[in-house]
């Protein structure tokens, strides 16, 4: 067997069907080998597309790729590579490079920089693992590792090959496919620890679980809800774990962010006496810049970088994975009889307020929407009209900017369908991403948020979204400039070109594009596209002059603090 029918073969055995890339001369040959393997081969119209592409694909699947071309190629995945690491995706970057026999040769060859590994140390920082395939005597193993310590960190990995060693034969036979899982095994005074936490959370009135973005990286969503609903405890998630169960599930409190989020989640949050932060790492955006307040010993948190922490104490042989296990097998007459008070807590849906304050939702659904007759479009607005008239099957994708703040009170049906990159927070995510979410699930339609500043950095993309007929919703939100950067510190460096969106999208062979101006004609396109679409349609929705979220103007608020320049300094 051939090195790269090894690779090809390893990627069918983890599920891949799709690959992204952008091709170049070290890299052709595989591209080769790839369109003629059962692999589809999605080509972006830049690297960095394909990364984003690749990384979304991940989350939504487990494993997403991405093929590129040395130095030129590769260095422009720094970002969604990087981003992936941060957020634990694990995007596998498989790089061409130049051949083994030209390197001997001492030639200096283009796209090299500095030494033959240079390349390969860039991604060390940013991977679980990496390794180069030119030996075929070592690269199935080396191939195994890796893809091996991506899936047991939930990071991105990076494999090299010199374009002449693609067809190096292994002498030996390998066995491909994935190992079977191997079951949790949990030793007796882990399980004895574990159970003391359980019932230490048991022993409070408003027991209460904030989960985060590990929950969904390492698959545990699933258990999660079957415990929470066997203790009837409510569950509210972080920005980055949004949708890590439906948000109309009744225990389904909505999303978490401090001082920045909805003030109901948060004082509902804020006053549990028995907080399990679960696998939600406590950055700085997920709790509303460090808003986070919860009384001393109040909050058990456990995440998979160390373990449990209560105050001074810490175990780190308890992580969400193994805290989880014992939970799901700890039997159901452990839950309290108290349950029943706690499912009434968790049944937020009814008194729920509209996303403003001023609508209504009833037991979960959202309120319908009535246009105003001429009125400009304001954000939350906007987001009230997604709202009710998007389809539970839709995966959204919101870049940072106001499209992210204002999209985390959407109320979305299904698990696992919001994608965002929330916490390394790169604008020119969500465009490129809806081609890897559609990649991952073709019979989902992706929903694109995206700022006007945000689009002209990954525009090039809705050629992609075009060539490959996605069926794409993507709304742009248009105001004009960083417009979450004008109430911190503004000047002209926060203008951004202004575009004929339509036109753009028009040229890039989108089926329908339109500028939208008013919440009638608004409403007319939602009506008209949130449903089935024959390929990708473009909205530009003028927002009211100097119109946010109200995450917005709470987190500018404060950050404006941090950045405005002192005076006398
Ligand atoms: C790749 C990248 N460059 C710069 C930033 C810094 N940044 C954060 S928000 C923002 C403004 C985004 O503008 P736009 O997409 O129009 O969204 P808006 O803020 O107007 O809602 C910028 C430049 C970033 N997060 N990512
Ligand atoms: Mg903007």
Redesign the pocket.
């Known amino acids: 067997m051939q090195i790269v029918e090894a690779l090809i073969e390893a990627l069918w055995q983890r599920g891949v069907r799709r690959v992204y890339g952008v091709p170049g001369d070290y890299v052709l040959g595989l591209f080769a080998r790839l369109e003629a393997s059962p692999l589809e081969v999605i080509c972006t119209a830049g690297e960095e597309g394909a990364g984003f592409a690749a990384d979304a694909h991940a989350r939504l699947n487990g494993l997403g790729v991405v093929v590129v071309t040395y130095g030129v190629g590769a260095l422009k995945l720094l ?1 969604p590579v990087a981003g992936a690491y941060a957020e634990r995706s694990p995007v596998l970057v498989i790089s061409g490079a130049p051949g083994v026999r030209e390197s001997d040769s001492h030639a200096l060859l283009h796209h090299r920089i500095r030494a033959d590994d240079t390349q390969r140390r860039f991604f060390q920082e940013v991977t679980a693992a990496t390794a180069v395939l030119e030996s075929a005597r070592t690269a199935g193993a080396e191939l195994l590792q890796v893809l091996a310590a991506m899936q047991r960190d939930s990071r991105p990995g990076y494999l090299e090959i010199p374009r002449d060693c693609l067809e190096r034969e292994i002498p030996w036979p390998l066995t491909l496919a994935p190992p079977a899982p191997a079951p949790l095994v949990i030793p007796e005074s882990v399980r004895q620890q574990g159970e003391r936490w359980l019932a230490w959370l048991r022993g409070h009135r408003r027991p209460l679980v904030l989960a985060g973005v590990e929950v969904a990286r390492f698959a545990l969503q699933e258990t999660l809800r079957q415990v929470l609903e066997r203790e009837g405890w409510p569950l509210a998630t972080s920005l980055s774990g949004k949708t890590l169960l439906s948000e109309r599930h009744p225990l389904v409190l909505g999303v978490y962010e401090g001082a920045m989020g909805r003030p109901d989640v948060r004082a509902q949050v804020e006053a549990s006496d028995g907080l399990l932060v679960l696998g939600m790492p406590l950055n700085d955006l997920d709790t509303g810049l460090f808003t986070m307040q919860v009384a001393p010993g109040a909050a058990l948190v456990v995440d998979m970088e160390q373990g449990l922490r209560w105050g001074e104490e810490r175990d780190e042989n308890l992580d969400p994975l193994t805290l989880l296990g014992i939970w799901a097998a700890a039997g159901a007459e452990e839950a309290t009889a108290s349950a029943p008070l706690a499912l009434q807590q968790g049944q937020p849906k009814e008194q729920e307020q509209g996303l403003d304050g001023n609508g209504s939702r009833d037991g979960g659904l959202p309120a319908p929407f009535q246009p105003g007759a001429d009125l400009s479009i304001r954000v939350t607005r906007l987001m009230e009209a997604i709202n009710a008239s998007l389809p539970p099957e839709a995966i959204v994708l919101a ?5 992210l703040f204002a999209a985390a009170d959407l109320c979305l049906q299904e698990a696992s369908h919001f994608l965002s990159s929330t916490y390394w ?4 995510f969500a465009l490129p991403g809806a081609v890897g979410a559609w990649g991952a699930c073709p019979e989902r339609g992706p929903v694109v948020l ?6 002209l ?1 990954c525009a090039s993309e809705l050629a992609t979204l075009a060539r490959y007929a996605i069926p794409a919703l993507v709304i742009v ?1 248009d ?1 004009s ?5 004008r109430p911190m510190l503004d000047g002209p460096f926060n203008d ?1 070109a202004a575009v004929d969106h339509s036109s753009l999208a028009t040229s890039m062979g989108l089926v329908h594009s339109e500028r939208i101006s008013t919440e009638e004609a608004l409403w007319a396109a939602l009506q008209r596209w949130q449903g089935v679409r024959p390929g990708p349609v473009l909205l530009s929705v003028e927002i009211r002059a100097g119109d946010c979220s109200p995450a917005l103007q709470r987190l500018t608020e404060a950050l404006a603090e941090r950045v405005r320049p002192r005076s006398g300094t």
Do not use: F, K, Q, R
């Not at 927070?425 to 020119?428: E, K, Q, T």
């Open positions: 970002n870049d940072p900017g106001d499209a927070a790169s604008l020119g995206i700022g006007d500043g945000a689009l950095m939100l105001n400039g960083y417009g979450t950067e951004v």
